[in-house]
């Protein structure tokens, strides 16, 4: 859910994950969010993601808004997207190497003053 | 014996706001005061109206102890499909609202950062209900920001710095049907914010009115204004006859001094 704001990257979102360890959460499950969320979200960078911290169950390509019908296809989408969370490691920009370190579960973005 | 009959009585009467000594803090973070009060106030004010409104997304822009984003989860806990965001931009608040969230069962995604950067993209016009109490005292520009107690309460000039900022991206985060409500000092001059955000089509209106022995403080709550959409609220503050509704209750309220 999170991108990059350094100033002057414009592609800044996905950022690279490095992993040292995933927590999963037990999140209540709720489909008229999912619905809501699956045509705001960048769905490669959620499959690539969820892969990077050990969730390889979706589909790498955009699947089609017909699949939020399928109950299956919706717990996973779920699992993916509120129950696992980054809970140590990093958060790397791709275009400057820019690493935002991620403690407890808490991703820490704020910029050193030569880059804002 | 005492004790067994309190806690089952509790567990009859949930509490709908965050309890006090289960807040968290630290000497580097902001304590629950009487403007974190009035904000809470402000949303159990408008309670009816935020479980009718069933936000499926919440940001606390600041969220210091923790308190306030702990008491909206509270306060919408029935609903049951509410996703919870806070943001602060010193560390120590987001581990202190960390465990104020966790004393009391609930859970936001937390992210240490200046306003939303880095969630704004991610979640813009995805956000139903936004709270803000911001750094509101005037102060030498130059008390402003950092990573200390002091980015708590420093607003720079007319304590404008931290606000003027805010609401821009206030504006990029809210969805067609999202609510902000925000804290303001008389000296921040609200009046020239309401006016300033009605330029960008939001009506609003002042949920809690409250003077301590220090400060004057309001919680206005802002909402995109479409024809037929309003708010949840009183009357349509964007019409003509709305505008001078509002500029009555600033000056109800003697904003200037
Ligand atoms: C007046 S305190 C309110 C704390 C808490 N929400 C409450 O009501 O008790 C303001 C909070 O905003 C945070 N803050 C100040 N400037 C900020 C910024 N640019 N971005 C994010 N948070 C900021 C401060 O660290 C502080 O925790």
Redesign the pocket.
Same mark, same amino acid.
Not at chain 2, 60 to 69: A, L, N, P
Not at chain 2, 87 to 90: E, P, S
Not at chain 2, 131 to 136: A, G
């Given at each position: 859910m999170l991108s990059s704001n350094i100033k002057g990257v414009i592609n800044g979102f996905p950022l690279r994950i490095e992993v040292e360890k995933v927590v999963e959460k037990q999140v209540d499950f709720n489909p008229d969010f999912l619905k809501n969320m699956f045509s705001k979200i960048d769905w490669k960078a959620l499959a690539d993601a969820s892969k990077i911290m050990g969730y390889a169950e979706l589909p790498e390509e955009v699947p089609d808004a017909s699949v939020l019908d399928s109950d299956e296809f919706l717990q996973k989408f779920h699992h993916a997207l509120l129950e696992l969370h980054l809970e140590e490691g990093a958060l790397v920009c791709p275009e400057t190497g820019r690493r935002f370190p991620v403690n407890k579960g808490i991703p820490n973005m704020l910029l050193h003053e030569d880059e804002v | 014996m005492i004790s067994s009959v309190l806690s089952r009585f509790s567990t009859k009467m949930p509490s709908r706001i965050a309890q006090i000594r289960l807040t968290s803090s630290h000497p580097q973070?902001?304590? &629950?005061?009487d *403007? %974190?009060f009035a /904000?809470?106030d402000a949303l159990l004010a408008d309670r009816k109206h935020l479980l009718h409104h069933r936000p499926s997304l919440c940001i606390? =822009? #600041? %969220? #210091? %102890? #923790?308190?306030? =984003?702990t008491s909206l989860a509270l306060i919408l806990q029935d609903l049951k499909t509410t996703h919870y965001f806070a943001? *602060? =931009?010193?560390p120590h608040?987001l581990k202190v609202t960390h465990e104020t969230l966790q004393a009391h069962g609930v859970h936001a995604e937390l992210l240490t950062?200046? =306003? @939303? @950067?880095g969630l704004d993209r991610r979640l813009a016009g995805m956000v139903d209900v936004m709270?803000?109490? &911001? &750094?509101?005292v005037p102060t030498p520009e130059a008390e402003? $920001?950092g *990573? $200390?107690?002091a980015? @708590?309460? @420093?607003g720079g000039e007319n304590g404008r710095s931290?606000i003027d900022?805010?609401l821009p991206i206030a504006d990029k985060l809210l969805s067609e049907k999202g609510w902000l409500y925000m /804290?303001f000092l008389a000296a921040n001059d609200p009046l020239q914010i309401c006016l300033g955000m009605r330029e960008k089509g939001f009506a609003s209106k002042i949920v809690v009115q409250r003077s301590t022995e220090e400060e004057s403080l309001h919680v206005i709550k802002f909402w995109r204004e479409f024809d037929g959409n309003e708010g949840g609220s009183l009357g349509k503050m964007g019409s003509p006859k709305g505008w001078e509704f509002l500029v009555s209750q600033f000056s109800r309220f003697s904003f200037r001094k």
């Open positions: - | 973070v902001y304590e &629950p005061c *403007d %974190s /904000l809470v606390e =822009i #600041g %969220s #210091g %102890s #923790g308190y306030v =984003i943001t *602060d =931009i010193n608040a950062t200046n =306003i @939303a @950067a709270v803000v109490n &911001p &750094p509101y402003v $920001g *990573d $200390g107690i980015a @708590a309460w @420093a931290v900022k805010i /804290l």
